[in-house]
Structures are given as structure tokens and as C-alpha cells.
């Protein structure tokens, strides 16, 4: 029921998300189309203006009348001139007039026509541009013209508005990424809350009986010190210092659940030293323990270069080691087999390497070893790597 209302949660999220984005898309779209539409009305009235100019000029040309009175042209036409224009001779070679265009006035007279020149070509490139002729046939200059500066700036904002919907959604998704990675995080670590309350808490569970079979022991070993039949005592008191042996390794693993989430307690040992104390223990217990098969011949083989002391923790450690070694032996199916230390010193750092003779881990589960809570066995936690 639960992954069943995830599932929805998360289909409805996906939704709004979609609904979200095509609904920026769409309206930032039509204030686009908006715009486009205002920048080729604007367009088209520079181009108007431009050829009532070259019109203009070809009338007072072609006007043959003296005393004609054009001053409805210099206050009328030319004053709303907003954009940049420039007229030549019909060679497009001698520049006759030009407006509003702005140069560097440190320019020689060369240099301005030189760069006068070249906006005459870029004008061109954007507009055809407009000829003043004489009686229809003889062509006296010719009208070039460019967009005005409110056309660019419209321009400039239609391209961001373009790319805005874009930026949106890019920052939208960067956002619900940091949150995901955010909620992840937290919810990770509550997960680590409940473990180490948990691993407290056994450990807390199991420290009361295993002090109280640690007395019966005692109790049973001092009674078998004052029974007359002696020759009993050594097999019996072999058997219980096995059972101590047991009860001190639960005593052991009681205090490394007590330590989960603390700050461990480092002190400088050689790694060689723990594991041979963690083979020592395999040992007694590979010949006859079910799990591991009994009768199986298991080689250790510990191999080492450079200086093998580093700050560690003697408890956890062993434990990290312990769970190796199950692993290796669970995965030695054969009644033969080998596995081997190879632990090396390297400035302050101390690298071990554990390898068996195993059947070795499936390609298509690598990925998820390390995963906690992950397991390819039957029994267990998947919590050993």
C-alpha cells in the first residue's frame, strides 16, 4: 500500500512538473510571438520612412518650380528619423549624408569614409537599399539604412526571453536535485540513527545474561575443582574454558555494538598482530562449524612489505576482518582452499588486500556490495562490507 501511494506521489509530481514547464514554454512562447510581431510592424515603418525620404529628395530634384516651399520635409519627415542611415552616390562610393551614426571623432577624414564604407555594406546585407532618381533614369544617390536602436534592444529582449523558459527549468531542476540530494542525506542518516539505536540497544540486551552465564561458568568450574573423580576434570574443564572462550567473544561483539556511532578510540598497532588473532579464531572452527562446511582444509597465508603499525581501533577492526573472512569462506565451496593477507606500508597509511580461492562475486552484483542492506545469501543482514 505504501509503494503504491510512492508510486502516485511520484506520478503527480511529474505531472505538475510537466504541466509546469509546457505552461512557461507556451506563455513565454506567445510573448515572443508578441514581440516578433511589434519588431516587424517597427520594420516595416523604418522602411516606409526610409523611401518617403528617398521620394522626398527625388520630388525636390525633380521639382523644376522655384520658390517651392519644402519645409513640411526637414520638420516633418527628417525629424522622426530614429535609426541609422546613410546616403551615397549611386556608386556607393562618395557618402553624401549620414544620420544618426557615431564614431570616434579622432578619426581622419579617410577613416571615417573607410568605416562609413563598411556600414554601407552591413546595411545592404539587411536591407535592399533605396534609389533617388532623376526623371526616372538617371539615379543620383541611393537611401541605406539599418534597424534603430530600439529594434536591437527589442530584439536582444525576445532572445532572452527565448532562452529564459530554459534557464527556468535548468535552475528548477538543479533546485529539485539539491532538495532530492538534501532529502537523501537526511533520510540516510535517520536510517544511521536507527541502526546505531538499535546496535545500543542489543548490545545493552545482551550484556545482562552474558554476565550472568559468565557466573555459572565460574559456578561450574569451581564445582568440578572439588569432585573426587579427577579424571573427569580435564575434558570438562577443556570444554569450559571453549564455553569462556565463546562467552568473551559475545562479550566482545556486545561491546562493538555499544560502539557503533561513537567516536572510536585509536591507538597504534600492528595489523599483523590482529590478524592473526582473527585466523587464530577461524581456525578451532573451520574443522567442525556447519556453516562453513566441515572438513574443509583452509590455508592462511599472510604476506607483508614496509612498516604494518597505524593508528586503529583493535575492536572494530577485528570485526571488519571477521566479516572478510566469513565472506571468503562462504565463497570457498571446494574442500580446499586458500586465503590470503597481503597488507602493505606506505607512508602513514596501512593498505590490506584480502583474496581467496572462492568462487568470487557475479559482475552484475558489484555494484551493489557496498550497498547496506544488500545480500546474495539466504541468512544475514548484508551488512559485512
Do not use: C
Not at 569450559?240 to 561513537?262: P, T, W
Not at 567516536?263 to 556453516?291: D, G, H, M, W
Not at 602493505?344 to 551493489?368: C, L
Amino acid at each position: 500500500m505504501r509503494g503504491f501511494r510512492s508510486a502516485n506521489i511520484k506520478i503527480t509530481l511529474l505531472a505538475a512538473a510537466f504541466l509546469f514547464v509546457a505552461g512557461t514554454l507556451f506563455y513565454s512562447q506567445f510573448i515572443v510571438v508578441e514581440l516578433q510581431s511589434i519588431v516587424h510592424q517597427l520594420l516595416r515603418d523604418e522602411k516606409n520612412i526610409a523611401q518617403l525620404y528617398a521620394k522626398t529628395i527625388e520630388h525636390v530634384a525633380n521639382t523644376e518650380s522655384p520658390g517651392t516651399d519644402f519645409s513640411f520635409f526637414f520638420d516633418d519627415i527628417i525629424s522622426t528619423i530614429d535609426f541609422p542611415m546613410i546616403e551615397t552616390d549611386a556608386s556607393d562610393t562618395v557618402i553624401n549624408a549620414y544620420r544618426n551614426i557615431s564614431f570616434d571623432t579622432l578619426l581622419s577624414e579617410q577613416q571615417q569614409q573607410a568605416y562609413l564604407r563598411n556600414l554601407v555594406r552591413s546595411m545592404d546585407a539587411a536591407n535592399s537599399s533605396i534609389k533617388v532618381a532623376y526623371q526616372d533614369s538617371i539615379v543620383l544617390s541611393k537611401i541605406h539604412y539599418s534597424e534603430s536602436k530600439m529594434i536591437l534592444e527589442l530584439r536582444l529582449m525576445i532572445t532572452r526571453l527565448q532562452q529564459l523558459p530554459y534557464i527556468e527549468i535548468g535552475l528548477g531542476a538543479m533546485f529539485v536535485l539539491l532538495a532530492y540530494i538534501g532529502f537523501s542525506y537526511i533520510k540516510r542518516n535517520e536510517q544511521s540513527n536507527i541502526w546505531v539505536g538499535m546496535s545500543k540497544e542489543t548490545a545493552h540486551q545482551l550484556g545482562t545474561p552474558l554476565s550472568s552465564l559468565m557466573g555459572w561458568v565460574e559456578l561450574l568450574k569451581s564445582q568440578l575443582q572439588n569432585e573426587h573423580d579427577a579424571s573427569l576434570h580435564p575434558q570438562a574443564l577443556e570444554s569450559i574454558a571453549e564455553m569462556e572462550n565463546d562467552l568473551s567473544r559475545l562479550q566482545k561483539v556486545a561491546e562493538r555494538f555499544s560502539k557503533i556511532g561513537s567516536k572510536p578510540n585509536l591507538k597504534k598497532e600492528n595489523i599483523v598482530t590482529i590478524i592473526q588473532q582473527t585466523i587464530s579464531y577461524f581456525e578451532k572452527r573451520i574443522a567442525t562449524s556447519k556453516r562453513f562446511g566441515a572438513g574443509k582444509q583452509i590455508a592462511f597465508e599472510i604476506l607483508t612489505r614496509g612498516d604494518t603499525s597505524v593508528r586503529i581501533n583493535n575492536e572494530l577492526l577485528g570485526w571488519v576482518l571477521e566479516n572478510l573472512v566469513k565472506n571468503a569462506l562462504d565463497a570457498i565451496e571446494a574442500k580446499e582452499g586458500k586465503i590470503i593477507f597481503e597488507i602493505v606500508g606506505k607512508s602513514k597509511n596501512v593498505f590490506i588486500d584480502v583474496a581467496d580461492t572462492g568462487k568470487g562475486i557475479d559482475a552484475e552484483h558489484r555494484r551493489d556490495i557496498f550497498r547496506p542492506g544488500y545480500s546474495t545469501k539466504e541468512r544475514g543482514w548484508g551488512l559485512g562490507l
